[in-house]
């Protein structure tokens, strides 16, 4: 069974949903954008609330562990309530936590999650821990066993550690799952260049691509139907500058919108899995870890990865919570099986 590191947050969620809130759409020229509002100085009624566990090192932890893989998160979490519940959660997994870091003068990561009538959602977040994690809070003597380190989004202080874990894990022909974060991004493309020229597989939803890459994604307009093609040129752009080696493979989600990958060969698009939506929280973490443990089952297929991560984020976004629908790879291969229409197209 190969030995899988993840490194990320870990937080308690929240999750509040208002039939009343308004979802208010501003386009221009180059761009469209989409909010999430409320009547301006009023009490708003919640038409739902519940607490999980989340964060990109909790969620993709379990999501391996689920899969079947050998597991050890690497996670930074106070002693309070939260922390309590977090490590209570993780009783029901077979996820080893001996490296994980406990540190009682800091406030466990906390988020509240605005859910929208669609189940799509806006994060109110409290880094805590989470933002800083320090390399000497790292086991590197224990990451030495990894097969495959999967590193979530780190925030804050938590930066910090990206280069020295990703030269480790090159070092030792450790397989390096990127999923980069705003505060990597931040930096600019210079900077996050050093990060992904160590990385075999490169995750990022289209938002943090553009922050990226600095490409737009533009708009049809009288004369360019961008939309009637299967892949938008600017996306093939961003994926283009975002391949910075020979043997990487990079991937863009897109939200309902699907998932874009490039090997250097092929681009490939690959539409949702069809599926209620209660809440899209856990989905980008499900899917982009689900690739990464699908490139070794199904021998470096990319379109079949992309396939088997849009199966399972589709099984999490239909529950309400970020881990409560993870399925494992025999539930992912019937979905498949029982529904031979879907498929990934290469062009």
Same mark, same amino acid.
């Given at each position: 069974?190969?030995?899988?590191?993840?490194?990320?947050?870990?937080?308690?969620?929240?999750?509040?949903?208002?039939?009343?809130?308004?979802?208010?759409?501003?386009?221009?020229?180059?761009?469209?954008?989409?909010?999430?509002?409320?009547?301006?100085?009023?009490?708003?009624?919640?038409?739902?609330?519940?607490?999980?566990?989340?964060?990109?090192?909790?969620?993709?932890?379990?999501?391996?562990?689920?899969?079947?893989?050998?597991?050890?998160?690497?996670?930074?979490?106070?002693?309070?309530?939260?922390?309590?519940? $977090? &490590?209570?959660? /993780?009783?029901?997994?077979?996820?080893? @936590?001996? +490296?994980?870091?406990? !540190?009682?003068? =800091?406030?466990?990561?906390?988020?509240? $999650? &605005?859910?929208? /009538?669609?189940?799509?959602?806006?994060? @109110?977040? +409290?880094?805590?821990? !989470?933002?800083? =994690?320090?390399?000497?809070?790292?086991?590197?003597?224990?990451?030495?066993?990894?097969?495959?380190?999967?590193?979530?989004?780190?925030?804050?202080?938590?930066?910090?550690?990206?280069?020295?874990?990703?030269?480790?894990?090159?070092?030792?022909?450790?397989?390096?799952?990127?999923?980069?974060?705003?505060?990597?991004?931040?930096?600019?493309?210079?900077?996050?260049?050093?990060?992904?020229?160590?990385?075999?597989?490169?995750?990022?939803?289209?938002?943090?691509?553009?922050?990226?890459?600095?490409?737009?994604?533009?708009?049809?307009?009288?004369?360019?139907?961008?939309?009637?093609?299967?892949?938008?040129?600017?996306?093939?752009?961003?994926?283009?500058?975002?391949?910075?080696?020979?043997?990487?493979?990079?991937?863009?989600?897109?939200?309902?919108?699907?998932?874009?990958?490039?090997?250097?060969?092929?681009?490939?698009?690959?539409?949702?899995?069809?599926?209620?939506?209660?809440?899209?929280?856990?989905?980008?973490?499900?899917?982009?870890?689900?690739?990464?443990?699908?490139?070794?089952?199904?021998?470096?297929?990319?379109?079949?990865?992309?396939?088997?991560?849009?199966?399972?984020?589709?099984?999490?976004?239909?529950?309400?919570?970020?881990?409560?629908?993870?399925?494992?790879?025999?539930?992912?291969?019937?979905?498949?099986?029982?529904?031979?229409?879907?498929?990934?197209?290469?062009?």
């Amino acid at each position: 069974m190969k030995k899988v590191f993840t490194i990320g947050s870990a937080t308690m969620d929240v999750f509040v949903e208002c039939e009343s809130a308004n979802i208010v759409s501003v386009c221009t020229k180059d761009r469209c954008s989409e909010f999430m509002s409320y009547p301006y100085g009023a009490k708003v009624d919640m038409s739902n609330f519940s607490s999980n566990l989340g964060g990109g090192g909790v969620n993709t932890a379990m999501n391996f562990a689920n899969l079947g893989y050998d597991t050890s998160a690497i996670f930074k979490i106070g002693d309070d309530i939260y922390s309590a519940g $977090i &490590l209570d959660a /993780f009783k029901k997994t077979n996820v080893n @936590l001996d +490296n994980i870091v406990q !540190n009682p003068k =800091l406030s466990t990561g906390f988020s509240i $999650i &605005l859910v929208s /009538f669609q189940g799509d959602r806006t994060v @109110l977040a +409290n880094r805590g821990a !989470n933002a800083l =994690l320090t390399v000497e809070d790292i086991n590197f003597d224990a990451l030495k066993e990894a097969d495959l380190l999967y590193i979530a989004p780190l925030n804050g202080e938590s930066n910090k550690v990206l280069e020295p874990l990703v030269e480790f894990a090159q070092d030792n022909d450790i397989m390096v799952c990127f999923n980069a974060g705003t505060t990597s991004l931040k930096k600019g493309f210079k900077e996050i260049k050093k990060i992904l020229k160590t990385s075999n597989v490169i995750v990022m939803n289209k938002e943090e691509a553009i922050m990226c890459t600095g490409i737009e994604v533009r708009p049809d307009t009288k004369t360019e139907h961008y939309s009637a093609e299967i892949i938008h040129p600017d996306l093939k752009s961003m994926l283009k500058k975002l391949k910075v080696a020979d043997y990487q493979v990079i991937v863009i989600t897109d939200g309902g919108h699907g998932a874009y990958a490039y090997d250097g060969k092929k681009f490939y698009y690959c539409p949702t899995y069809n599926s209620p939506v209660v809440s899209t929280l856990g989905a980008g973490d499900a899917f982009a870890s689900t690739f990464c443990a699908s490139m070794e089952r199904t021998g470096l297929n990319v379109g079949k990865s992309l396939m088997y991560g849009s199966v399972v984020s589709a099984s999490v976004v239909s529950k309400f919570g970020a881990t409560e629908g993870l399925i494992t790879f025999e539930e992912v291969e019937k979905c498949l099986a029982d529904n031979p229409d879907y498929t990934c197209l290469e062009v």
